[in-house]
């Protein structure tokens, strides 16, 4: 005699799908790397450049801090000066290198006639680059 049960369930069924996701994971991470290394692989040329005393490099544009406080003291990088030394200033800056931008920072209480007359007195030196300093975190209050 059999002791088991009658009714027999149905074992469940293999799965006949493939898994997408490891697929997935494993291409986008080749995606990246790719990405990462294909601009290395360009610029990984080696070449030896000709020397030329002739062709020196540029120097960078840099720039010259130009400063208003609310009395009408005018700064050039933190240094306090006169109208005269202040021209002075701006014109060494445009003969040593005329794309040399002129960051220019004034208080809010200059009237606008001053800050007007030191951009032409940047541009009366061969500076033409000019650049407004603001101040952003008081813009989002």
Same mark, same amino acid.
């Given at each position: 005699?059999?002791?088991?049960?009658?009714?027999?369930?149905?074992?469940?069924?293999?799965?006949?799908?493939?898994?997408?996701?490891?697929?997935?994971?494993?291409?986008?991470? $080749?995606?990246?790397?790719?990405?990462? @290394?294909?601009? #290395? #692989? !360009?610029?990984? *040329?080696?070449?030896?450049?000709?020397?030329?005393?002739?062709?020196?490099?540029?120097e960078a544009p840099k720039f010259?801090?130009?400063? *208003?406080?609310? @009395?009408?003291?005018?700064?050039?990088?933190?240094?306090?000066?006169?109208?005269?030394?202040?021209?002075?200033?701006?014109?060494?800056?445009?003969?040593?290198?005329?794309?040399?931008? !002129?960051?220019?920072?004034?208080? @809010?209480? *200059?009237?606008?006639?001053?800050?007007?007359? $030191?951009?032409?007195?940047?541009h009366l030196a061969g500076l033409?680059?000019?650049?407004?300093?603001?101040?952003?975190?008081?813009?989002?209050?």
């Amino acid at each position: 005699m059999s002791f088991g049960r009658l009714e027999r369930t149905a074992a469940p069924q293999p799965m006949s799908e493939i898994n997408m996701t490891p697929l997935v994971d494993v291409m986008l991470v $080749l995606v990246v790397i790719f990405i990462i @290394t294909a601009p #290395l #692989l !360009v610029s990984a *040329v080696k070449v030896d450049l000709p020397k030329s005393a002739g062709a020196a490099t540029l120097e960078a544009p840099k720039f010259i801090a130009l400063t *208003v406080d609310k @009395t009408g003291q005018v700064f050039v990088d933190d240094k306090p000066l006169d109208a005269r030394a202040v021209a002075a200033a701006l014109r060494q800056a445009g003969e040593r290198n005329p794309d040399t931008e !002129v960051r220019l920072r004034a208080d @809010t209480a *200059v009237p606008y006639g001053r800050v007007v007359e $030191l951009m032409g007195q940047a541009h009366l030196a061969g500076l033409h680059r000019i650049g407004f300093v603001t101040d952003t975190a008081a813009a989002r209050r």
